[in-house]
Structure formats: structure tokens, C-alpha cells
């Protein structure tokens, strides 16, 4: 036990002292957050409102269009589209439209401008215009038109519930279907890459037969599980700070993120209610189960996959190509894990999800997409039980195949072997 710590050691202390960990752990997410504050920021004070000059002849707006973040809507009656024109070339205004004879008439309304408009502003300006027809249209009406639309609209909200009480609402399934595609994604995403990582420091050592002389005074067990522990502690580690600058972060940038801001970005004090309701619903989600459980299949799925990598690693002797052709039968679980994902976070209790939740393959990144459905909504607890006891058992199981084969594979050069070869190694009698 002594020698799995002091190798675990020295792999948890040579990595995270590395340039590149600090780079990875600190820096990378806080560039990343910093685009997307700056792009959030250049939407909502870009400071920048096109003109659109309006001609309205024939009085279907009555001369007032409301505006927005984006546009500012001026009424110019009597000038000629050409007139217009010339003044879109000096600037003064951005583009114009020119109404129709009729508010009933069907036609687009076209807007004509002298440069290209955003996404984001071209769909305002359609929603201020289409705001005040739909406004001037019941203004038009009879009562008992009025009255007709109002039977028409008298449609209720259905509430969904589950039986424990849960509110089912497409809010909240669209908030755990992100939570769900996001923590599913990320453990498919660190399985891989520190899977590779173990593979290419078992490769490294063989390669320049520094595991010769280490193996001369431990087991080659012991030097895979300190390995495999150490590289793991370096992840955890990193995950942990991740939180920690997320929490940072979110708290230095909620002031900006919220109030006015937030409010003129989403267009208006129904979609601000709509915010509202999101922010409901994440208070409604436990987050703290989720992290526990992330925690847990992090470290399960990490085991298990490590222990497979381990075993490509030792038996290469020559190039990262040769474990290339190896990495087939391991990757491909993972994949199909993260298609089953796609499946799970819209049908958590669906015959295929279950299955890829208990098989340990695929377990750690499917059953993230059930649990952020909720528990026991979307997971059963003996469900869960069951397929962390699955998995703590492959992983036993794994590892003690993979000591046997990294007890062979370690010390064996020249020689590229094949699957069917592997597995000999792994249940040939000692």
C-alpha cells in the first residue's frame, strides 16, 4: 500500500505542477466565460439603435410604432421611396418601410435598409411591427368580434405533476434536458481524456524502459494503481476548482446578467416572467445530488476506463499509432454511451436507457441524462444503487484482469499483439 502511494504521489505531484494543468484548470475556463460575458455584453450595450423611417399613408399604425433595443421606428408620411433612398446613403436613417393601403392586406411588409441587420435586431423589429398590427387590428374590431377571439383563445394550461408532487413543467424538462446533455457530455469528455492520458504515461514509461527498473522494486499491480489513482486525484482536483470559479464567477457576473439588462435583451416584461420561471425552477433542482452523483460516476467511469487503457498501454512497445488501432473496442461503448444519452434525457425510463444506466460501459455518462430528470422521477433509488454496485464490481473485475495483463505486457517488446492475445495474457494461470 505504501508503494501505490508514493507512485500515486509523485503522478499527482508532476502533473498538477505542470504549466500546462494550470493553463487547463485556471485560465482556459476564465477565457472561456470572458467571450461569452463579452458577447452578452455587445448584445445588450452595444449601444447602437438603427433608425427605420416609416411611411404611413394610409394610417395603419396611426403614426406609432413602439421601439426597442434595436430600432427606433420614425414616422416620414409624404416622402417617395427615393427620397428615402437618398437618405439611407447620407446616413440619416438606416432603412425604411412603406405600409400597405389596407391592415388586412396579407402581403410582407418589406423594410428596406442600406446594410445588413443582425439576427437578434432583424427579429425585433418584425415583433414591434407585428405587436402594433395585431394592437390596431383589435382596436378595429366589434365587440363582438372581440368577444369571438377570446372564445377562440380560451385555452388552459395543462400543469404537469408527478406523483411525488414534482412540477413537470417544459421548463423544467428543458433545464434538466441541458443539465443532463451537459454532465452526460463532460464525463464522455474526461473518460476520454484522461483514459488517454493513463495510456500514453503506461506507453511512456515503457517505451523508455524507465518501467523496468521501477518494476525491479514494486509489483507491476502496485505501479498501475498508483498510476491510475494519481492521474484520477489530478481530475478530481480539477473538477473541484472548476466548481469553485463557476460559483466566482457566476457571482461576480449575476449583477450584470440580471435586472435592466436581462430585461432588454429578452424583449419584454413576458419573456422577463418567463426568466423568472427559469430561475424558479433551478432553485427547485438538486443541484448538490447531482454533483454527488457526477462525483461518483466520475470516478467509477474513471476507474474502469483507465484500467482499459492501462492495458493498451502496456502492450504497445513502439508508437501511439499502434495503441490507435487498439482504442477501437473501447471507444465504441463510450459512443454508444453518448448516443444512448440523447435517448435517456428525453425518455429517462425508456427500455434503452435503463439498459445503458446498469451497463458499466455506458452507465456513468447515461444515467447523468436520467438523474437530472430527477430521483425518483427519472431514476428509481434501487436503480441507482444497482448500477453503482455494477460498476464498483466491473472495475474490481477489471482491474484484476488488467494486473494480469499488465504483469505480462509491461515487460514484453518487439512484439505488437492483438485483442485475442490481450485477453490470453489476462486469464493465463501464473
Given amino acids: 500500500m505504501d508503494k501505490i502511494f508514493l507512485i500515486f504521489q509523485r503522478e499527482f505531484l508532476t502533473r498538477v505542477r505542470k504549466k500546462s494543468f494550470l493553463l487547463t484548470t485556471i485560465l482556459l475556463p476564465v477565457l472561456i466565460f470572458g467571450i461569452y460575458l463579452a458577447i452578452f455584453y455587445f448584445m445588450v450595450y452595444d449601444g447602437t439603435q438603427t433608425k427605420i423611417a416609416v411611411v404611413d399613408n394610409a394610417g395603419i399604425f396611426s403614426d406609432t410604432i413602439p421601439g426597442n433595443k434595436d430600432a427606433e421606428f420614425i414616422f416620414v408620411n409624404g416622402l417617395t421611396q427615393q427620397q428615402l433612398a437618398q437618405q439611407i446613403q447620407e446616413k440619416k436613417y438606416s432603412g425604411f418601410l412603406v405600409t400597405s393601403d389596407s391592415i388586412d392586406d396579407k402581403t410582407p411588409i418589406q423594410l428596406t435598409t442600406g446594410e445588413s441587420l443582425g439576427i437578434m435586431a432583424k427579429d425585433n423589429i418584425q415583433k414591434s411591427i407585428n405587436e402594433r398590427l395585431r394592437q390596431m387590428r383589435v382596436n378595429n ?93 489530478v481530475g478530481l482536483v480539477q473538477f473541484f476548482i472548476w466548481i469553485v470559479l463557476a460559483l466566482i464567477l457566476q457571482a461576480l457576473a449575476a449583477p450584470l446578467m440580471l435586472g435592466d439588462s436581462l430585461a432588454s435583451i429578452t424583449g419584454g416584461a413576458g419573456r422577463m416572467d418567463n426568466m423568472q420561471d427559469v430561475f424558479t425552477q433551478l432553485n427547485d433542482i438538486n443541484f448538490p445530488l447531482i454533483i454527488a452523483l457526477f462525483i461518483i460516476y466520475f470516478l467509477g467511469g474513471y476507474l474502469l476506463y483507465a484500467a482499459l487503457y492501462a492495458i493498451i498501454g502496456c502492450a504497445v512497445s513502439e508508437s501511439e499509432e499502434d495503441a490507435q488501432k487498439l482504442t477501437l473496442p473501447i471507444t465504441l461503448p463510450l459512443i454508444i454511451g453518448f448516443v444512448m444519452l440523447t435517448k435517456a434525457v428525453n425518455m429517462p425510463n425508456g427500455s434503452l436507457a435503463v439498459f445503458g444506466s446498469m451497463f458499466p460501459l455506458t452507465s456513468p455518462i447515461v444515467m447523468m441524462g436520467r438523474v437530472a430528470q430527477g430521483v425518483p422521477a427519472g431514476v428509481t433509488y434501487w436503480e441507482l444503487a444497482l448500477s453503482i454496485f455494477i460498476l464498483i464490481a466491473s472495475f474490481i473485475l477489471a482491474s484484476m484482469l488488467a494486473a494480469k495483463i499488465y504483469r505480462v505486457g509491461i515487460l514484453m517488446y518487439g512484439k505488437k499483439p492483438t485483442w485475442k492475445e490481450i485477453i490470453r495474457w489476462g486469464f493465463r494461470k501464473s
Fill in 141 to 233: 374590431m366589434s365587440p363582438q368580434q372581440r368577444e369571438a377571439i377570446e372564445i377562440e383563445r380560451a385555452n388552459r394550461e395543462v400543469q404537469f405533476v408527478n406523483m411525488q408532487g414534482d412540477d413537470e413543467s417544459n421548463i423544467k424538462s428543458g433545464i434538466s434536458y441541458i443539465i443532463g446533455m451537459i454532465s452526460g457530455y463532460l464525463i464522455f469528455f474526461i473518460l476520454l481524456i484522461y483514459g488517454a492520458i493513463v495510456m500514453r504515461g503506461v506507453m511512456e514509461e515503457k517505451i523508455n524502459r524507465i518501467a523496468e527498473v521501477i518494476v525491479s522494486s514494486v509489483k507491476p499491480f502496485q505501479l498501475m494503481m498508483g498510476k491510475i489513482l494519481g492521474i484520477g486525484a
